[in-house]
């Protein structure tokens, strides 16, 4: 068990009163950080639950956000600290704030778009503990290479966010990768790899490329690293395509942080990310035509299930969210800029958009609450039996 006096050598000498997290006054802070030290499981559990909470509630960062990081990291480095990795994970939530918000795009600082994050009103709680961690670099990179496999995969995903210091990442990755062994280990120093070569601007996939004839989640990881890229990558693609046909695809990888172990839907976003812009705007394409059918087979093999009754976390649930994601994309395909001219009929449908309909209006678990204003938007009826008369599909019922 880590000593107090070593990890947390300093934490009485910051004023927590003066400091907030998400109920308030953050003056009983320090406490949970020592329970994280306590022998007793559950004790430590508490403090986790209470310290996510509070400090990252919902994506929102704290004065007291930014002063625990240097705690936090002392605990992860310390290899007599239990669940060291939850403590990188709690490091990149400080970082980052939502971490699953991230995975499309990563979180490049250095990037046009987010010149402005850390100068908006309210912004420095999130300046602040970004670079408290980005400073911790140093300590938290030789974690890659430590003994315990989930440690390592922990350690490649909390110091994935840092843009400013991509090309030192990097190379420690680099070193990581062709020591590593263990699948999901492995799975996510690639998916960080990926993003560090988008920081970089540097698409070279030559690393990458030798990982593409492994199991999942190794390929499907790679697959998606690889497709992080401004250019198509044909093997990539074919191995994506692949990958995220699978069984149980959908189900969550054990140990894997990266959005939470829903891989697949990482590869989704990484398959659109590949299709070029003017195939996107015409909605038309070879890639276009390739992802659309891959979406279609996700939504409709999707399992039959009453979705009111099914545990959130069993595996059938995991397919339908999946499915819900893949039905969400595949409408961006199909929806045409503007309403026709004229009422649409069953014979001006256009053949995929007609498709989407079949599939969604016989599956209406699958649609997300903001679809069917979607939908009426672009001229179709919004209710459902309309839409339904209209491609002429009858509503598919679990258990029928």
Known sequence: MASETTALH?????????LEHADGNAYETPVYLRALLKADPAEREAARRWLFRMLVFDGRLYSASAAAVPFVVALAVDSA???RPWALRLLAALAVGDTNATVETGFDVT???MRGYFKTEGAKPYRDAYRAVEVSLGKLLPMLKANDAKLRAAAAFATAFFARRADVVRRALTDAIVMEDEPTTLAAMLLSYGFQNGYLNDYDTSLLEGFLRRPSPVRLAAAVAMCRGVAPEPEALDVLTAALLEPGVAQPVPGCLWNDGYLAQMGITALMRQIPPEEQEANAGPLVTRAQELLLTLVERAPLVDVATTESTSPEMNEIEL???ALTTLYQTVAPAEPPERRWTRKTLPPMLRRFLEVATARPELMPDD??????AIGLPRDLEQLRALVGVERLEAGA
Do not use: C, K, Y
Request: proline content about 8%; charged content about 30%.
């Open 81 to 83: 600290t239990p669940d």
């Open 371 to 376: 679809m069917l204003p979607a939908i009426a």
């Open 323 to 325: 499915a819900i994601d």
């Open 111 to 113: 990037a046009w778009e």
């Open 10 to 18: 300093g934490l009485d000498d910051v004023d927590w009163e003066a």
